[in-house]
Every structure is written in C-alpha cells, then in structure tokens.
C-alpha cells in the first residue's frame, strides 16, 4: 500500500494539529487521578492559551463550547471532539507488567520520548509513571483521562510536535507495537532442526528472462498488464502469480520475481487497473477521503484479474513460441502484498462478510483509524449478499503485509483449506499488525505459518530500487540494508513454501521453520515463525474481537 498525496485538503491545518495532538495521547492515556492537573496551556509557536480541562470534558461530551474555548471555535471541529472521545483498550490480563516491559523496547522508549516533546518539561519517570497508573484504568485511554492523571495544576502541549507525531503513533500502530512485546517472546520457537547445506534465499542457477504482455478483459473493460519472469529449462514447479498492494504496481516485488525464475518458478506479476498507483493519484486528485480512493467493485475486480489471468495464460500456453509451456496454470501459488494479500485470501476462499465491513466502519472507524481500516470501507458498499471468489487452480497462498481487517469478519477464513503462510511487521503504522494479519491468521484451519518481523513496517520488503511517493514522509518506513535480511528470509521462505507443491517439498520443509527464520534475524529485525498462536495471543486477539 501506497498513500497519495491528494491534490485538495477537506480540513485547515490547525484542525489537523489539534486531532494530532489527540492521535498521539490517544493512544496512550487514560483516567483520572489524584492531584491531577485542571488546566491544559495549549502551545503553536508563540501562540499560548490555557483552558479548564473541564471545559474540554465538556465540549467532548455535549459539543458545546465554553466563553472560555470560544476563541477555539475554527479549531474545536466534530473530527476533533472525535478524538477527544477515542478510547484505546489495553487487556486488564497483562495490563499490569504492560508499562514496564513496553518502555524497555524500542517502540516503547520511542513513544515516551515523543510525549516528552509534546510535554515541555516533562521526564520520563512522571511519563512513565503516569502511564503505569492509567493503563490499569478499565475505562479506556483517552486523551482527557491522561490530561486528568497528568501530576501538577497544569500541562502545557506543543500542538506542532503533537501533529508531526501523531501518524506514526496513531491507536492501531501503536496497539499493534505493543503486542509486538508479545510477539517477540511468544511467537518464539526455540525448537532447533538442521538444516540443508544449501540457503534458498541464494540465486538460483536458471538464466532469467522477462517479458510485458498486455491482456484485455473485454467483459470488464480492463487492460491488464502482466511481467513474466522465466527460464529456459522446464520444470514441474506451480506457476506463481505476484498481485501488488494499493497504489502500486507490478514491479513492487520485481526482486522476488526475478529470485523465484532462477530456481525454475515461471512467475506472472499483474497489475491491477483500478488499484495500481495511476488509478490512486488519479483518485487523489478530487478527495482526500481514503475510503473514496478505492472502488468498490475493486475488491470483486482484483480475484477476478488473477483468473482472468489464469485463463489467458493457459491459451498462451498450448501457443508456438517462446512461452509455450511455461505456465502450469494447474497448480498456481499467489503471493500478495497489502491489498494484494487480501486479494490471494480471497482467491484460496476467504469470503467477504460485508455485514462486519459495515458494522465496523459505522462503530468502531474514528478519525485516529490506520490508513488500511479507512480502505477496506470502501467494501462497504458492495451490493452483494454473497461473494464467492475463490478460484481452485490457486493451491497456495502468502499474504505479505495483507490489508484485512474486518473484510473477512471473524469467521470468513476458517473455510480455507489451502496452506497459507502470512508475514506481519510490528511498526506496520499502515496495517498495523494485530487487526489485519494476527486475528485473520488465528481463523485459518489448515497448514499455516505466521512469520514476524518484530520492527518491520509496511513496505519493508519491498524491492529496495521501487520507487516510493512523496506519501511515504507521512510514515517512518523501513526499507534499506537494515531490512536486507528480511528480503532474503522472504525470497527463501517463498521458495521453499512455493516448493511444498512439488516433489521437492521434502527438501525444502526445513525452511519454513523458526530455526530458518531465526538464522536471518538482525538485532534490528528479529524473525519469528510459528503455525500456532500461543495461549497468551490467542486471548489477546478474542479480548481485542469482542471489545470492537
């Protein structure tokens, strides 16, 4: 997923630093305490002014503004009251060591240095300690409650810090972050086997040859244009197929591509016309409203694009010439990125539940959402009762990053029978961790595998020459030599998953395991791989379904 840069702005700055300011505690704060302050001096350049928190409880409550917030009339907008009345839970079961252990990480010591600089003044014991106090609160964390718990008669706020930071640390990322202090001890396998004397993340021996070929569906009206990456010796390897994530296009994971043909692997990388980055910047450039960058039917279009695909290609594949007998459109493997791993789940049967899309999206979508929980409203409005896209051709499928959210609901996964192997990142601020990949992962029912990179971000494993768009600054991404090591677990755990389908799975198997994984963890990156939630996680992601 790529986000554009829309061409017009629907909100003035200042709103903006106000919901800033409410994004960044929001997501870390909550209720009252003793000797707690009573004022807020709200601080933009050398603009001060103070005011009662008691008039901000007000206005979050009733919408009313106080003689005193009067001169915060252009500013105090319903996007703001909004966030004002965000809550944030955290599960009471592990909420007590929570603080502690979160602010040992690096996430964690990142989120109470960003509040130090929203907080003039402040250090990280009162930081700390506040925290320690408010998240033992069953109320939710809001940004009123941290103001209330706050020690001292008044807290001054640095309204520009507070917007600068707020994407990075919005209630979903941040969420996401602190399971990732789960993650990293739980999704631990410490299990040891040996390995082959050989890595498949290595490039292969077949010479590589790539060719565009251009499809027309004339049914629905789209072009499809598809890379080709193969050899020249034949293989019983499936066909795979490469489906890139919102606002991208085919050459997102071109490295993969490329690594998967010199072992033998033909692989077809489509683009998708109503979701590649022409079709987002087009949209871009009238709304600035995430969920209307998308078309709905797109959620239909994209599955159908790979089978149309399919079809295409076993008609090229009877065809004299150079591509004759490449494509083993049998036995194919989808691997998807962002919304591309929405579209391989739905491919290998996962079934859109609209009635959870739209439940979501009417409850539970506020203004401090992640970017992917805004996108999949735009399923919303699909009309059909029932949707069926699974194509049987398709036999495996890895999800990297997927964008999924409620798009399946709680159950529209547990009818899959195909493996799935899925790859998540903890400091994923565009699909943060927890709701898009580790609760769809626990409905799956099959062979499974959920691999983590603990501090790896949306685009991480993105080919390190594709070029990004400006709407990158919004999010701090990970993507050069400290994440070279993730790339090269993902080209070998690809294989060898890719391989599973073959003769040759015997030989491979070993490489989807923790020892694998862990053999390529960086301090910057660790790797984990597990096929089971641990006790711990799996109670996390009910607490986290039943509490939206």
Known sequence: MQLPIP?????????????????????VVTAPAVMAAQKVTIQFGPFRQTVDIGDLEKFAKTGKLSPQLQVFTPLLTPEVRDVLNQKVKVNPGFADNFINEFAKTPQGKQVISSLGVVIPGSTKETLQTTLNLTVRQVNGLTVLGFLRAY?????????????????DLNPANLE????????????????????????????????????????????????????IYWSQNPSQNPLVVISHGFGANRRFLSYLGKHLASHGVTVAAIEHPGSNGVAVNSAAANTSDLAKLLPADEFINRPQDVSFLLDELSKLNSQAGQLQGKFNTGNVSIIGHSLGGYTALALVGGEIDINSVRDFCKKSLGITAAPGDWLQCSAANLTNKKIQLQDKRIKSAIALNPLVGKLFGNKGLTKVSQPVLILTGTEDALTPALKHQIAPFSQLRGTKYLVTAVGGTHLSISDPSYPLSEATTLVREKRGSETESLRQMVRGISLAFIKQQTPEAKTYQP????????????????????AELSPTLKSVVEYTNNSK
């Open 7 to 27: 061409k017009k702005r629907q909100s003035s700055f200042f709103p903006s630093l106000l919901c800033g300011l409410g994004l960044l505690l929001g997501t």
């Open 151 to 167: 020690p001292g008669e008044n807290v001054t706020l640095d309204a520009t810090q507070a917007a600068t930071l707020a994407m």
């Open 176 to 227: 996401s972050q602190a399971v990732g202090v789960l993650l990293a001890e739980d999704l631990e396998d410490k299990t040891t086997i040996r390995l082959p004397n050989f890595n498949p993340a290595d490039v292969g021996k077949e010479v590589v040859e790539q060719r565009t070929l251009t499809f027309t569906d004339q049914k629905r009206k789209r072009k499809i244009p598809v890379d």
């Open 511 to 530: 490489f989807i395991s923790s020892t694998y994984t862990r053999s390529l963890s960086t301090t910057e990156i660790p790797l984990r791989l597990v």
